[in-house]
C-alpha cells in the first residue's frame, strides 16, 4: 500500500510540474505576442502620423501602409488558435467573428477595391483599429506582467464605448461605397452556366454582410459594458442561460 500511495504521489507531483511548465510557456509565448502586436500597430499608428503631416491629406494614406496593415491584422488569426488549444480563456465563435471579420475588411473590401481606397470611412475605421488595438495589446501585455497600469485599464473599458460604434460605421460604410464597383465589375462572383454549376453574387453577399451587423454588433458592444462593469466596478455580472 505505502508503495502505490508513493507511485500516486510522484505521478501527481510530475503532472502538477508539467501543468506549471505548460502554464509558463503559455505565458512567456502570449507576452511576446502582445508585445509584438502592440508595436506593430504602433507602426502603423505613427506612419499614419507621419503620412498625413508630410501629405496634408488622406489621400493614399491606407495605400502607404497596406503592407503592414494586412501582415499584423492577418497575424492576429492566431489568437483564434489560443482560443481553440484554451490557453486564452475567450469563446472560439466570438474571436473567430471578430477577427475573421476584419480581415475580410482588409483583404476583400479595401484592398480588392482601388477605387475605395481613399474613403474618408477607410480612414475612419483604421484610426478606430489603431487605437483600440494598442490599447487592446498593451493592456494584455502589462496584466500579463502583472503590472497593470490604472491608465491603461481604464482606456480598455471605457474607449470602446465611443470608438467601437465608430469603427462600425467606418465599416458599414466602406462596404456600402464598394457596393457600386463590385455591381460593374461582376468580382468574386459566379455566373450560370458554369462547369461547377454553382451560382455566387458578391454583391449580395455584401448586402447580406451589412445586414450581420444588425443582430452582431448589440450582442458584442453589450458583452462589453457587462466586462465593463465587472473590471472596473466589480459587479458580479451572472450570464442568462439561452
Request: proline share 2%; hydrophobic share 45%.
Amino acid at each position: 500500500m505505502a508503495s502505490s500511495e508513493e507511485d500516486g504521489t510522484v505521478e501527481e507531483k510530475e503532472n502538477n510540474n508539467k501543468k506549471r511548465t505548460k502554464s509558463t510557456l503559455a505565458t512567456a509565448w502570449l507576452t511576446f505576442y502582445n508585445i509584438a502586436m502592440t508595436a506593430g500597430w504602433l507602426v502603423l499608428a505613427i506612419a499614419m502620423m507621419r503620412f498625413y503631416v508630410q501629405k496634408g491629406t488622406h489621400k493614399g494614406l491606407y495605400r502607404s501602409i497596406a503592407r503592414t496593415l494586412k501582415f499584423f491584422q492577418t497575424f492576429a488569426l492566431v489568437e483564434v488558435g489560443h482560443c481553440a488549444i484554451g490557453i486564452v480563456r475567450t469563446s472560439v465563435i466570438v474571436t473567430g467573428v471578430q477577427v475573421c471579420s476584419r480581415i475580410f475588411m482588409v483583404w476583400f473590401i479595401t484592398n480588392s477595391i482601388r477605387q475605395i481606397q481613399n474613403e474618408e470611412s477607410v480612414i475612419l475605421f483604421l484610426v478606430v483599429w489603431t487605437v483600440t488595438e494598442v490599447t487592446r495589446y498593451s493592456y494584455y501585455t502589462f496584466k500579463l506582467l502583472n503590472h497593470l497600469p490604472y491608465f491603461i485599464k481604464w482606456a480598455r473599458y471605457n474607449f470602446f464605448i465611443v470608438l467601437y460604434p465608430l469603427g462600425v460605421a467606418g465599416e458599414l460604410l466602406t462596404i456600402y461605397a464598394a457596393l457600386p464597383f463590385v455591381r460593374r465589375s461582376g468580382m468574386y462572383s459566379m455566373r450560370l452556366p458554369n462547369k461547377y454549376n454553382v451560382s455566387f453574387d458578391y454583391y449580395y453577399c455584401l448586402i447580406v454582410v451589412m445586414l450581420s451587423y444588425i443582430p452582431l454588433f448589440p450582442q458584442l458592444y453589450f458583452h462589453m459594458l457587462r466586462q465593463r462593469r465587472k473590471v472596473l466596478h466589480g459587479e458580479v455580472i451572472v450570464e442568462k442561460d439561452d
